[in-house]
């Protein structure tokens, strides 16, 4: 039998990191100003992120750590029973009196500079492997899949790290994102949670929370 969880009191824990890499960071302090919080799961392109914050003092507008390119941990649920963590950049904070904080998965950080090099004699996997060791991923932070075929010369023409590990991805029928157990490119695996849209309210009449497993 399942355990009974008390949905009376769902919420989101957020922390501000050093680094996309760092072990781990600080709670990041925004005193029940939290709004909404909505998570996009994507299976093609970045997850995403958005937090409505209130601004009734203005004061927000001078927290360093709400600025673009700051790194964040964010989890949500109930006591005892949160998702797990998903690592996000933070984009852009727009609004007044009502902001919202905008951030995508940290493999945004692969998707800055458009590259043209070619991989000789190489599988997929392996070139993922090379790729994730330029952004400082390795060890137990690199969860890579064999992918077996050894191919010739492997292009990459005028795209981001971040796109061109996409294509080599979806040529395998793999996903390629990163999160905060590291760098992924291997087979959708079945335990992994499904695509989806989850949201947030502090007001307890609003919202779609009915479990998080």
């Known amino acids: 039998m399942n355990p009974i969880v008390d949905r009376s009191a769902p919420g989101v824990r957020i922390t501000l990191l050093p680094d996309e890499q760092a072990e781990g960071g600080e709670p990041l302090?925004?005193?029940?100003?939290?709004?909404?919080?909505?998570?996009?799961?994507?299976?093609?392109?970045?997850?995403?992120?958005s937090i409505q914050l209130d601004n009734f003092d203005l004061s927000l507008f001078d927290r360093e750590d709400l600025a673009g390119g700051a790194v964040l941990e964010v989890s949500w649920g109930y006591p005892g029973n949160m998702a797990p963590?998903?690592?996000?950049?933070?984009?852009?904070?727009?609004?007044?009196?009502?902001?919202?904080?905008?951030?995508?998965?940290t493999s945004v950080l692969m998707d800055r500079e458009s590259k043209t090099r070619a991989f000789e004699n190489m599988s997929r996997a392996d070139v993922a492997r090379a790729v994730a060791e330029e952004h400082g991923y390795e060890g137990t932070l690199v969860d890579v899949e064999d992918t077996g075929e050894v191919l010739e010369v492997i292009n990459q023409t005028g795209e981001t790290d971040a796109r061109f590990l996409r294509r080599?991805?979806?040529?395998?029928?793999?996903?390629?994102?990163?999160?905060?157990?590291?760098?992924?490119?291997?087979?959708?695996?079945?335990?992994?949670?499904?695509?989806?849209?989850?949201?947030?309210?502090?007001?307890?009449?609003?919202?779609?929370?009915?479990?998080?497993?």
């Open 29 to 49: 302090d925004l005193g029940g100003r939290i709004i909404a919080f909505t998570f996009e799961d994507a299976e093609r392109k970045a997850d995403q992120v």
């Open 85 to 105: 963590p998903r690592r996000v950049v933070v984009r852009k904070l727009k609004g007044f009196t009502t902001l919202t904080l905008e951030g995508r998965a």
């Open 168 to 213: 080599l991805a979806s040529r395998e029928e793999f996903e390629f994102y990163v999160d905060d157990g590291g760098f992924h490119f291997h087979e959708r695996r079945q335990s992994a949670a499904p695509t989806h849209v989850f949201t947030w309210y502090a007001d307890p009449g609003r919202g779609d929370v009915l479990a998080v497993n």
